[in-house]
């Protein structure tokens, strides 16, 4: 990860908060679906992804968010809420159809009058041991787009079948 871009976060009782800090992509989405993901197999059913400092976000982030998004809606009570999305990141997460699976800065949440404390608690993360395949990470991240909304197949498709060919080659030749 460059030191453009930080992924940093905190656990609280009602909800567990992750911050993108610089630009969401590719190379900080694996330590967001780490982090988040380990959250959710510990009973965390409200997950917060604060973008107040995220500069953009590329497919293979928002593809991330809407993959945590579909598994928290299989829990009861589960939710994917954004805090601070700013115009350019709502109108990004809304041109893929992602707004309807997640509470883009819901007004009447828990966490509301606690942001300011809960971005001083914040802890940088840090990658953990286990080596991420980036082509498999980035074409399970697309299709995550393309169910969350079928109309990012169109956009995503010819993407998709490189993505796929190419992951299917470097596993053959293992």
Not at 108 to 132: A, F, H, N, Y
Not at 142 to 162: I, P, S, V, W
Request: glycine fraction near 8%; proline fraction near 3%.
């Amino acid at each position: 990860m460059s030191e453009e871009s930080s992924i940093s976060a905190y656990h609280q009782n009602e909800f567990s908060w992750i911050r993108c800090a610089g630009k969401g992509n590719f190379l900080n989405s694996p330590l967001l679906k780490e982090w988040c993901e380990r959250e959710i197999e510990n009973g965390a059913t409200c997950l917060v992804i604060d973008l107040e400092d995220c500069h953009g976000m590329d497919s293979t982030f928002m593809g991330t968010m809407a993959g945590l998004a579909i598994k928290l809606m299989k829990v009861p009570d589960g939710k994917l809420q954004i805090a601070d999305p700013g115009d350019r990141n709502r109108q990004s997460l809304q041109d893929l159809g992602l707004d309807v699976m997640m509470q883009i800065d819901p007004i009447d949440t828990c966490w509301r009058g606690l942001v300011s404390d809960i971005r001083s608690k914040l802890t940088v993360c840090q990658p953990g041991q286990e080596k991420i395949n980036q082509g498999t990470h980035v074409l399970d991240a697309h299709r995550k787009l393309c169910e969350a909304d079928a109309r990012n197949t169109q956009k995503f498709g010819t993407l998709l079948d490189y993505l796929e060919a190419e992951v299917k080659a470097k596993d053959s030749s293992r």
